[in-house]
């Protein structure tokens, strides 16, 4: 299992970054960090031999209601994992979005739109990652997205704390109890109904025992997504995560010797 961080938009969070992570996540994209503005040398440097993960642009949805769009957003995000290809990244997270989430007649273009932006990933050698954000207005349902990503074979970056702010903990279990066997990238952090989230784990209500259960074995990457630049506090909400992932696999070991 790899453990990183995501750092957002800024290449000075690479550099500040502890160097035990495994790999660094960037956000790149126009509104963010366009890939033509980054100085390769610089990147490669920052990185200090950490492996490179992307997160393509967060407000980017993947359908519309236009097919001219859709073919835009396509050769878009077929150009920026291009680029991350061409310098070695990864994975590529992708949110999971539609124009209008509650419109079922996009769920076909969602899926098929998705299988196009995987199979640019994998000539790029990118392994590209659809992430849970059904909590928010254009994010497409936790059942939806296991669904579509099902269907074409895609790997799903699974936001713990986005899905329990969309079902909650029961939501979680749900969903890795379908789909958990295409779960190749975590995004951890904790949350509160109320609506606080991002903030370390440990600190809200989300059972991380789930994780325990439902990944045991888990060998994919883990992302600490918490939003402090206090790098203990960072290093602590990994550790804490890796620990019930571990204990996961220890539990499934033992009963399986027994």
């Known amino acids: 299992m790899d453990l990183g961080l995501t750092v957002g938009d800024e290449l000075e969070r690479i550099?500040?970054?502890?160097?035990?992570?495994?790999?660094?996540?960037?956000?790149?994209?126009?509104?963010?960090?366009?890939?033509?503005s980054i100085d390769r040398d610089r990147l490669e440097?920052?990185?200090?031999?950490?492996?490179?993960?992307?997160?393509?642009?967060?407000?980017?949805p993947v359908v519309t209601h236009v097919p001219e769009l859709n073919e835009a957003i396509l050769e878009y995000q077929t150009?920026?994992?291009?680029?991350?290809?061409?310098?070695?990244?990864?994975?590529?997270?992708?949110h999971g979005t539609t124009a209008d989430r509650d419109d079922v007649d996009l769920r076909d273009g969602f899926t098929e739109q998705l299988a196009g932006?995987?199979?640019?990933?994998?000539?790029?050698?990118?392994?590209?990652?659809?992430?849970?954000?059904?909590?928010?207005?254009?994010?497409?349902?936790?059942?939806?997205?296991?669904?579509?990503?099902?269907?074409v074979g895609a790997s799903v970056c699974f936001?713990?704390?986005?899905?329990?702010?969309?079902?909650?903990?029961?939501?979680?279990?749900?969903?890795?109890?379908?789909?958990?066997?295409?779960?190749?990238?975590?995004?951890?952090?904790d949350a509160r109904r109320r609506g606080d989230t991002h903030i370390p784990v440990g600190a809200g209500e989300i059972d991380?025992?789930?994780?325990?259960?439902?990944?045991?074995?888990?060998?994919?990457?883990?992302?600490v997504e918490v939003f402090t630049d206090d790098a203990a506090l960072l290093w602590d909400s990994g550790r804490r995560v890796r620990e019930r992932l571990t204990l996961g696999s220890?539990?499934?070991?033992?009963k399986g010797s027994s």
């Open 15 to 36: 550099d500040a970054a502890d160097p035990r992570y495994d790999f660094l996540e960037l956000s790149i994209g126009d509104g963010f960090l366009p890939p033509e």
């Open 45 to 60: 440097t920052a990185l200090d031999g950490r492996e490179l993960y992307v997160h393509l642009p967060f407000d980017q």
């Open 79 to 94: 150009r920026l994992l291009s680029w991350a290809g061409d310098v070695g990244a990864r994975k590529a997270v992708l």
């Open 117 to 151: 932006i995987v199979t640019a990933g994998d000539r790029t050698g990118v392994e590209v990652v659809v992430e849970n954000v059904g909590h928010q207005h254009h994010g497409v349902q936790l059942s939806v997205l296991g669904e579509a990503a099902r269907e």
């Open 159 to 189: 936001d713990v704390g986005h899905a329990y702010m969309e079902a909650g903990n029961d939501g979680i279990e749900r969903f890795l109890r379908s789909h958990g066997d295409r779960v190749t990238h975590l995004h951890v952090h």
């Open 208 to 223: 991380y025992e789930i994780l325990s259960d439902q990944l045991a074995g888990f060998d994919g990457s883990v992302a």
């Open 250 to 254: 220890t539990t499934t070991d033992e």
